[in-house]
């Protein structure tokens, strides 16, 4: 069976994934989304799954961007934290479906407890320029350029498909 790293090579993969499992947040607000596969046939296997998973959560991800880039300014630096930020076909796939350069910062795994200590100091007092430093990049990955046309009219289905499914929830 082929594995997801072979899968890099092609993009997007063949099945569309809603990754909603848990209701959405952003840019929804609907906590009774639920999570689809679109797509499937009888050759769809374990990889064209895993690989719509990650494309899915991907393309979720661009779906924020898009509603926070005009109010952010700024958005120069987009760090890739926790365990996904070890997987170099992850980072790919969410650089290239964000149209944007990644940093992995240095101890990808832990950032997101030093967040939560960082508002906590922010809570008790911290001046803001105290705590919110920029974490130390471990590396850069960059946009799969042959990949952009085929994720953004991907990603047109993906914007499509909430809509088509939230009735049959």
């Given at each position: 069976?082929?594995?997801?790293?072979?899968?890099?090579?092609?993009?997007?993969?063949?099945?569309?994934?809603?990754?909603?499992?848990?209701?959405?947040?952003?840019?929804?607000?609907?906590?009774?989304?639920?999570?689809?596969?679109?797509?499937?046939?009888?050759?769809?296997?374990?990889?064209?799954?895993?690989?719509?998973?990650?494309?899915?959560?991907?393309?979720?991800?661009?779906?924020?961007?898009?509603?926070?880039?005009?109010?952010?300014?700024?958005l120069?630096?987009?760090?890739?934290?926790?365990?996904?930020?070890?997987?170099?076909?992850?980072?790919?796939?969410?650089?290239?479906i964000?149209?944007?350069?990644?940093?992995?910062?240095?101890d990808?795994?832990?950032?997101?407890?030093?967040?939560?200590?960082?508002?906590?100091m922010?809570?008790?007092?911290?001046?803001?320029?105290?705590?919110?430093?920029?974490?130390?990049?471990?590396?850069?990955?960059?946009?799969?350029?042959?990949w952009?046309?085929?994720?953004?009219?991907?990603?047109?289905?993906?914007?499509?498909?909430?809509?088509?499914?939230?009735?049959?929830?």
């Amino acid at each position: 069976m082929p594995s997801l790293g072979a899968a890099r090579g092609s993009a997007p993969g063949r099945i569309l994934f809603q990754p909603y499992l848990q209701g959405e947040r952003t840019p929804h607000n609907d906590v009774a989304a639920r999570g689809a596969f679109i797509g499937l046939d009888a050759t769809s296997d374990s990889v064209d799954l895993a690989r719509a998973v990650l494309e899915g959560v991907a393309y979720s991800l661009r779906l924020g961007q898009e509603l926070l880039a005009p109010r952010a300014g700024d958005l120069s630096f987009i760090g890739l934290v926790g365990g996904g930020a070890r997987s170099a076909l992850w980072s790919e796939i969410v650089a290239s479906i964000l149209g944007r350069s990644l940093a992995i910062v240095e101890d990808a795994d832990f950032v997101a407890a030093l967040g939560a200590a960082r508002v906590s100091m922010i809570a008790m007092g911290a001046p803001l320029t105290d705590v919110a430093a920029l974490p130390r990049v471990a590396r850069t990955v960059e946009p799969e350029r042959r990949w952009a046309v085929a994720y953004s009219e991907r990603f047109a289905r993906f914007r499509k498909a909430y809509a088509a499914l939230r009735p049959l929830t």
